[in-house]
């Protein structure tokens, strides 16, 4: 193949490329749009798969099942409800539970762990929040502590409670 099939091709593949990527960043705003409006607030149900740092400082997987999360709007001082900040009440086995607090941008919230029953900090994590016929059907969060003393990434997915 010559010099300028090659940089044809490579020009119609770029081109290609560049067209998906616009019909994929609409589709993404237009679905950030919609779920900016949905009503994340309530209890959800939730299992958990983690990678943490052991006792021997060597790495292991640990897995969870019966986390309950629950989400309500946060105001303080200035903040208003429309701020869009939530607070997240956890409670998992053994006695562990969790509050965090963050902001809400379209589908995602981003939140900072307040206080937690195994101290260790600082734990950041990020919704990504699931709609089904209009309305949040559940979330999934990502979960990262960087210490490297308390390192934690876990994986969280909750379904939302209808009850």
């Known amino acids: 193949m010559n010099k300028t099939r090659r940089c044809q091709l490579f020009n119609l593949l770029l081109s290609v490329m560049l067209a998906i990527g616009l ?4 589709n993404l705003d237009a679905n950030a ?5 949905l009503d994340i607030e309530g209890r959800y149900n939730c299992n ?9 400082d060597g790495l292991k997987g640990l897995t969870a099942e019966g986390e309950i999360d629950i989400i309500t709007s946060f105001t303080k001082d200035g903040v208003t409800k429309e701020d869009e900040f939530y607070k997240v009440e956890i409670e998992g086995d053994d006695g562990f539970h969790e509050e965090e607090i963050g902001p809400r941008l ?4 981003y939140t900072a762990t307040e206080s937690v029953s195994d101290n260790q900090f600082p734990v950041l994590e990020e919704y ?3 709609e089904n016929n209009g309305a949040v059907s559940g979330f999934t969060k990502i979960v990262r502590n960087p210490s490297r003393a308390d390192f934690k990434t876990c994986k969280v997915e ?6």
């Open 128 to 130: 990504i929040f699931q």
């Open 23 to 26: 019909v994929f960043s609409r």
């Open 106 to 109: 379209d589908c995602s919230l």
């Open 48 to 56: 958990v798969a983690c990678i943490v740092r052991d006792v021997n």
């Open 158 to 163: 909750c379904i939302k409670d209808k009850s």
């Open 33 to 37: 749009a919609e779920c900016s409006t």
